[in-house]
Each structure stands twice: as C-alpha cells, then as structure tokens.
C-alpha cells in the first residue's frame, strides 16, 4: 500500500507549501471583482493600471459575467474567499447588508482629512446607506434616458429653427413625434419603423411608476403598495402606447434594442451603459436627453455599481483597500468616458464632462434619480412585478389585474420573517 | 499480509476514485441537501435556525410551485409520448436498411451532441416573432405571425418541439439497436401466419421491443421532469409562469434568492415524485422483471 500513498502525501505537502507560499506573495495584493465585461471591462483595467503606477500596490482584478457574478460573490462572502473590493448594485446592496457581509466604511471615510465627503451625490451616497452605516462608495450612477435617433427625427422634420432634431419633453411632444416616426414603408399593415419601443421592461416601468408617482413597496419598504392607483395608471399607459397609440411594438421577439442601433426604432429608454453598443454602430446618427415627462413629475430609474469591501477584511487592507476605492472615485471621470457618469458634484462640473454629449444630458437627471427599492427583498419580489408588467404590456391580463397578482404574491414574500 | 487480502485492498483501490467521486459530489449532497432542507437556510446567514418540515408544509401552500408541478408535468405529456413515438418511428426508417443510413443516422443523431444551451440559441432565432424563419414561412404563405414563446399557450408546446428534435435521436439509436435484436424468423413466421404490416409491428415488433421501451420511456421521463434548460435559456419561466418549471422554481429559488432550505425541499419533493413515478411506470410497461435485465 505504501507505493501509492508516499507520492500522495508528498504531493499534499507540496500543494499545501505552494498555498502557503502564494498567500505570503499575494498578502500585498488587493483582488479587486467586478463584472464589466464589456467595453467598460477595458476602460477599468486601464483605471487599475494608472492607480498601480501612481500608488505602488498591486491590484489583481477579476472580471466576472453579471450572470454569475452575484453566485460567486455571495458564495465568497459566506464561505471564505471574498475579495478586498468589490462591485455591488445598488439595488442588491440590502440583500448583503442586512446579513453584515459588508465592511462599513464610515470611519475610512472621517479618518480620511483629503476625502470631500460632500462632494458626493447626496442621494446617490444615500443609495450606498443600510441600516444608517455607509455599506460602500458609490462608484458612478447610471439613469436611464431618452436616445433617440436624430437622422429620423429630421426625416420626420421633428427639428427646431435650426434643422436640429429636437427631443420630446412632454407626453404630448412624445406621442405626437413618435405618431409621425411610426412608419409602415412597405404597406403590409404593419410598421417597420416604429417611433418607441419598450427596452428593458422592468427599468422602462420604473421610470414610469415613479413619474406617475408610484412605487413598489411603501415608504417603510414594509410592504407592498404595486397595486396602488398609480401604478395601474402608469402600466396602463404604458400598454396603451402599443394597443391604442399603435406607436411600439409588442415586447415579445422583437430585439427592440437591437432595433433602434439599426434605425428600425426612433426612441428608446435606456441605461447610460448603453453607450458604448451605439458608439459602434457604423452609420447611426444619434442623440441622448433627458427621459420626456410623462407623468406627473420628473423622475427616472437609475442604478449604481458601488465599491464595497468584506466584513472579514483586516484594518491595514482596509485602509489599502479605501486608498484604492477612494482612486477609483477620484478618477471616475474616465469611468464616465466609457458610458457612465460620476456621482461627485467637482467631477460634473468638470469641463472634460460637458464634452461628453450623451452623459451631460442624462446627468441633468441624476438629483431625481429613482432606485429599485432598497429592501433586503427586493431580488426575492422582482420577479413579481417582472412578470406583472410582461402580462400587462402583453395584453395577458389587464394591469390591474396583473398588479393585484403581484400584489398578493409581493405581500406573502414581505409578511414572511 | 496475504494473497487475499492484498487482492482484495487492489480492487478497493481500483474502485476508489470512482467511489471517492461519488461519495463527495453525490451521496454528501444528497444527504446533506435533505439536512438543509429541514432549516431555514440562507447562503449568507450566521444563524441558520431548525425548521423540521416547516419549508415541506410551505410548499403544499406555494401556488408557484404547484403551477411549476403542473408545467413540468404537460412539459413530459408533450415530450415523453410523443418524443419516444418520433424516436421510433425514425428508428423503424432507418431499419428497412435504406440507402446513405449512416448518413441519416448521423444527421438525427447530430442535435443530440448539442448541449441544451446551443440548442435554445437556435431555436431561439427559429421561434422568433420577428425574424424568424418559421414565421418567415407562415407569413409567406399568408399565415399568422404567432408569438411562439411568448404566447402562454404556446410557449411551453414550442420548447417540447425543440426538446423532442434535440433528444430524438438518442432514443432513435436504442430502439434501432432493440429493432436489430429481433430476429428475421419472427416476421417470417407471422408472414406465413398472415399478418400484416401493422400486425407485425403490434405483435412481434412491440413485444420484442419492450426491454428498449421501458428503458427509453423511464428515462425520458425522468429527464423530462428535470426540464430546466430549455425554460432557464428561452423564457425564463414567462410568459406569466406558463413554463415555469420545478427544476427551474429550484434553481430560482436556490440561487437568485438564496433560500438553500426552500430550494432543497423543492429538490426532495421533486426526486420523492420522480421515483414514485418511475415506480408506477415500471409495474406498468415492465410485467415481467427480466425486462430491466435486458
């Protein structure tokens, strides 16, 4: 029996004294995960390179699909393995804070003298907070905007005295400018150019539950209000833009976003982040503005990817770690560039950002910026509502009726615990 | 140490990694997985507190999982039936010994080798309201454009077409092989007794086939009751939950939310059903007990 075991147990000495020997050399490297894999991954290398240079740490980044970025970072937080830095949503940041997984960062914050503290959003800052502790800093903001196509626009002579395309600002100059882009050029009955279409369904009804004045959960995020008046009046608009104002299509097989980067689409709702896809997009004349009104009062979902660190960090990777944090957020500018904005008053200021067309525009929205809403629940109702605007907007179930589901299904999952 | 004893620590250890493999990535999880199925259990909770059958007793109140139970149940009316009668009758095709068979036989075979998620893509585009080439088709012909996936009632019939051409072919290859098994004399013998073409394959070809049915419609079963790919991939389990499946309402539950006890009661129920079934099936397409043999 010896034969075999003597190589084994030498082979697990070994590994072990490999292990031992890779965590004295990495004791002085800060792992960093995040989940841009996209344009935006480059952008943050290039970010991580220059804080390398300037400060003399070592940064090693991991860039992880989105879509099984939240699994393997909540598996690290429970079981070991967590990285130093990480990305979190703002709108998953309760699931993670009400379990303490997360190293708040107030004291790094005070004992930081050269940290203008008030500099930052103080409702995006505010998006960051859990329980009254700061749980992380919020990197960037991300609203969803108005994009739209200006080469139609003008077609359509939607232009000011300029021959400039002008984008709708209220619910009438949308429906009226979006009537004349809606276009059937082949004469089959159906259009083949549409002036709007609904994007990302969940994101695009937020913006319009909270112009209307609605919300999902009440202001105590105790309970569930979907069902409420306001929401039912926003959903309903939503659904009459396809079936009564015949202005965008059914959300069901048609890549809408896909469609407007073709010009097939005049006006889409969509994420800052989007940017970049349209940037690539050989021979697409485009624009950003703010999102129309078309409800009550101005409002419009937003997200934020802020920097956390784990409960389990020690005091010196700590302050390492806020050095590198705190970089990040001073450098959030060329962040910005790639498809974002950032959330220090000094930096939107900046000259450098009035050059970046689309982001300026979309800035004008960040002090009414509407989050997902800030309950530990809140990835456990999302589903909910999900399915909730797909049968209203698919004409499955009136939006009432679709609500008044959610509703019973949102209240079992808040009354529980 | 003696002969014996050395021959006998030589097979033990031959079968060891096997063995090791599956006692760490099967037997602990399955029994842990029902451990944790007894608490209220989520990823990054401290306190992970004893429920007993606190998370079973939710479940019979849960109409999601009831509507992903009744799902997963037309998904395997759809597919296991009609699946298994497509893999036949290619399989019946292809042993009348036709011209270019190995070429056909590669070419049903072919979608097997795919995994679920290449498939979902290219049905996907296939199933398209918009751009795809089924509608193309329809619409051509003056036909409708329906919503193929996102249309309640035909979202959950569309993914048991595409499961069907993705899995025909593996069963197509056992039947074939069951098929070859049947010796000539047989149908020589009913020939002069008279019989038919249907006579034939009702009383010789289906008798003698039945080892190969059973083993095909068990297994289809069972993996038509763990549909989750193909929902996960192609709808998410919408429009309006209408394929929302029980594997998927795991997984969901598991992994987007984190309630590990409630997901590992979903898995228990699930397995609790699925050998209940498997049972039921057996004494009923099986008969005779040297089938499983077979």
Redesign the interface.
């Known amino acids: 029996m010896s034969p075999f075991f003597a190589p084994l147990a030498a082979a697990l000495i070994l590994a072990a004294g490999g292990c031992s020997r890779r965590t004295t050399d990495e004791a002085g490297v800060l792992r960093f995960w995040n989940g841009f894999t996209g344009p935006d991954g480059a952008t943050m290398e290039r970010i991580v390179k220059r804080f390398e240079h300037d400060s003399g740490l070592r940064v090693k980044m991991q860039i992880i699909p989105w879509a099984t970025y939240y699994d393997k970072l909540t598996l690290s937080l429970a079981y070991g393995g967590a990285p130093d830095v990480f990305i979190c949503h703002a709108n998953r940041l309760a699931e993670f804070a009400r379990y303490g997984v997360m190293r708040p960062i107030d004291d790094l914050i005070v004992s930081d003298r050269t940290f203008p503290a008030d500099d930052l959003m103080p409702n995006i800052r505010d998006a960051a907070r859990y329980g009254g502790v700061q749980c992380g800093l919020p990197l960037d903001c991300h609203p969803q905007g108005l994009y739209y196509n200006t080469r139609l626009f003008r077609e359509a002579g939607i232009t000011d005295a300029r021959g400039e395309a002008t984008p709708p600002r209220t619910l009438s100059e949308f429906l009226q400018a979006a009537r004349r882009l809606t276009r059937d050029k082949d004469g089959d009955g159906r259009p083949d150019q549409w002036g709007f279409a609904f994007t990302w369904l969940r994101t695009n009804w937020i913006t319009f539950i909270s112009q209307f004045g609605g919300s999902v959960l009440t202001p105590d995020l105790v309970r569930s209000r979907i069902n409420c008046a306001e929401n039912a009046e926003a959903t309903r608009l939503m659904a009459d833009l396809i079936t009564r104002y015949r202005i965008a299509p059914r959300p069901e097989g048609f890549d809408s976003w896909m469609g407007f980067r073709q010009g097939r689409v005049a006006m889409a709702l969509e994420g800052i982040y989007m940017l970049s896809s349209l940037e690539e997009q050989k021979g697409l004349a485009y624009a950003g503005a703010p999102a129309p009104l078309f409800g009550r009062r101005q409002a419009v979902w937003g997200g934020s990817h802020v920097l956390c660190m784990p409960r389990t960090i020690g005091a010196a990777r700590a302050r390492r770690a806020w050095r590198f944090m705190r970089y990040l957020s001073d450098n959030s500018l060329d962040w910005a560039a790639g498809g974002q904005m950032p959330v220090r008053k000094s930096l939107l200021r900046a000259a450098r950002f009035r050059t970046m067309r689309v982001q300026r525009e979309f800035a004008r929205q960040l002090p009414y910026v509407v989050f997902e809403p800030a309950s530990h629940k809140s990835t456990e109702i999302m589903p909910f509502y999900d399915a909730a605007i797909e049968s209203s907007l698919l004409g499955l179930q009136t939006p009432q009726a679709a609500l008044d589901e959610a509703h019973r299904r949102i209240s079992q999952v808040m009354a529980r615990r | 140490m003696n002969q014996r004893t050395e021959e006998r620590?030589t097979a033990y250890?031959f079968v060891a990694p096997y063995l090791l493999l599956f006692a760490a990535f099967l037997a602990v999880p399955v029994v842990y997985g029902f451990y944790i199925s007894l608490h209220?259990w989520?990823?990054?909770?401290?306190a992970r507190p004893f429920v007993g059958f606190a998370n079973y007793s939710a479940l019979l109140r849960d109409d999601?999982f009831h509507t992903a139970l009744l799902n997963t149940a037309y998904f395997a009316l759809l597919t296991v039936l009609p699946g298994n009668a497509a893999s036949l009758l290619l399989a019946l095709g292809l042993n009348a010994r036709v011209k270019g068979e190995t070429l056909f036989k590669t070419l049903y075979y072919l979608p097997v080798v795919l995994s679920v998620a290449v498939t979902a893509i290219i049905w996907r585009w296939l199933?398209?309201?918009?751009?795809?080439i089924i509608n193309h088709y329809l619409s051509a012909l003056g036909g409708p454009r329906p919503?193929?996936?996102?249309?309640?009632a035909l979202a959950m019939p569309s993914l048991a077409v595409m499961s069907i051409w993705w899995g025909a072919g593996g069963n197509m290859l056992i039947y074939l092989a069951g098929l070859r098994g049947i010796p000539d004399e047989y149908y020589e013998a009913a020939r002069m007794d008279g019989a038919g073409t249907w006579a034939r394959f009702r009383h010789v070809t289906l008798p003698l086939l039945r080892p190969a049915l059973l083993f095909c419609l068990v297994m289809s079963l069972i993996g038509s009751s763990q549909v989750f790919g193909q929902s996960y991939i192609l709808t998410g389990?919408?429009?309006?939950?209408s394929t929302l499946t029980v594997v998927l309402y795991m997984y969901?539950t598991g992994?987007?939310?984190?309630r590990m006890g409630y997901a590992c009661a979903v898995a228990y129920v699930l397995f609790a059903l699925v050998l209940g079934l498997t049972v039921v099936q057996y004494r009923l397409v099986a008969g005779r007990r040297e089938d499983f043999a077979a």
């Open positions: 620590l250890l209220d989520h990823v990054l909770g401290r999601l199933y398209s309201t918009e751009f795809g919503a193929w996936l996102n249309s309640p389990g919408g429009p309006h939950y969901q992994f987007s939310l984190y």
